[in-house]
């Protein structure tokens, strides 16, 4: 019986955010700042001891993978010093350096997130330096904030609002708007209230953070309309992400409500993150509600070895058919790179334990590997919005 193998399958990122080369060449601890999900600087307390061997600093298992592979692939030893030292040097022509990383992952296509970084990195020179195709999903509370700066009204807001949505999602290539109101009032939705919303409109127009939440709640369901009308995918980011998430309300449960909502059975949502770490959670809600996806970005690859553990539990639940590959690469290549390999790695084993558990035969574990990595997508977002919008 074969063993199924992922090595030569084309991957398609799911989430991930654009980037650009670093300046000047990485500290030690400037790289490990780079790869860190924490955004915030390592503080590595005085007096500090260090004995041989032990790792840098801060870093975790994550980072730990990264520079075991990354030293393979770089053809050095696998420490911090030295794996900086020789990214340092190759990604000198960062352009040929990130395709280089693309290229030996099979990364053929990335749906970006241009509303990380801030300001907003072009298309075009993300789509160069990469040398994949690149789709694109239209953040909603960058549009909010940068609206909230012309003193409308609260009329004359959300009209402009639904008017920049409605022509984002005409754009060839815009596959949805993406939420992180997971970051502002959390993921427990209410019903569409005006009178609420316009109460709070003043606030945020004074502090774009402001929580707000029934003016988010508002702003959320109109972009789920909007979705519903051009037959496109609305993407909430669930569960962790940097340190600001309102942790407590970030489950995708908080979303059911919303997600049973009669006026959305048509609306195709997509679970950014897949919930982690309530994964269960998002694969239950996938498998009851045939218009919601998930992908498993994020954890994957910064949950580490998890990652094998993860992708065992997903499909205890979901569908095969409703769970895609992602990396939420957010500041450098090597985060889209090791994404693929880790995942390639991890779910290997996992798709052979399953043929040799007699669950199924080979044929059908690698298939389920080639429709997480790519095939989902295809389906879902090529061919069935493309049938949609004819
Ligand atoms: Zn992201």
Redesign the pocket.
Known sequence: MSEVSLKHIQAIDI???PYVANSEPYTLEEFVRTLSLAVIPNQIPKHYVQTKKQPFPGTNMWIQLLIQRLSRFLTCEPTLEQVVKHRNIEAVDFKKYTRKLFQDANITGVVA?FG?PTPKLSKKSYADLCGARIWEIHRIESVMVDLRKEGYSFGEFIEKYREDLNESLKKEGVVGLKSIIAYRSGLEIMEMNEQAAKEQYEEFQSNERAQVKAFRDYCLHIAMEECTKAYKVMHI?TGI?DGEVILPKASPSFLIEMLRDKKYSETKVHL?HGGYPWIEEAAFIVSILPNVYMDI??QNPFAGHGVKRILDQVFEFAPFDKVMYGS?A?TVPEMNWLGVHLFKECFEQVLNSWVKADYMDSETAQTIGEMVLYRNFENVYRKQIKEAVK
């Open positions: 989430h991930a955010h997130d990380y980011h992400g950014v970005s994020l939420d957010f």
